[in-house]
């Protein structure tokens, strides 16, 4: 497990390595500090392991545990419930409300909007 960080972390939840790299990457020289996951279970297995986090990036169309089963599952955990949320999906905005996310980007997504909602929900921390 990495060392607690000065930065905000991030903690990226996709399965496509690509777009764990371009985000995490993003977010180094943004000046935050990512954690990958490849999926909600790893991403739920960090976060009750004492892996503190300031904002989710969750893509929600991912094998194993998708994003909706992840958020529930974290919504149902008061030790990392409040943790907000940013989807980054080309999934059916129709279904937002229910996943009571901080922000919403569809795929492909514009990474200065992403990093700007970062920084905000960062901010108000």
């Not at 990495?2 to 690509?18: I, K």
């Not at 935050?32 to 004492?50: H, M, Q, S, V, W």
């Not at 893509?59 to 940013?86: C, H, N, S, Y």
Request: proline share 10%; charged share 20%.
């Amino acid at each position: 497990m990495p060392p607690p960080s000065p930065l905000p972390t991030v903690l990226v939840v996709d399965d496509d390595p690509g777009i764990q790299r371009l985000m995490t990457s993003f977010l180094k020289v943004e000046g935050f500090a990512p954690i990958a996951a490849a999926n909600g279970k790893e991403a739920l297995a960090y976060l009750r392991g004492a892996g503190a986090v300031s904002v989710i990036l969750l893509d929600l169309k991912m094998p194993v545990m998708d994003g909706w089963t992840f958020r529930r599952e974290q919504r149902r955990d008061p030790a990392i419930a409040d943790i907000p949320v940013v989807v980054l999906s080309g999934a059916d905005a129709e279904q937002v409300p229910e996943l009571a996310a901080a922000a919403w980007f569809d795929k492909p997504v514009s990474i200065p909007q992403v990093i700007s909602a970062i920084r905000r929900l960062c901010e108000n921390l």
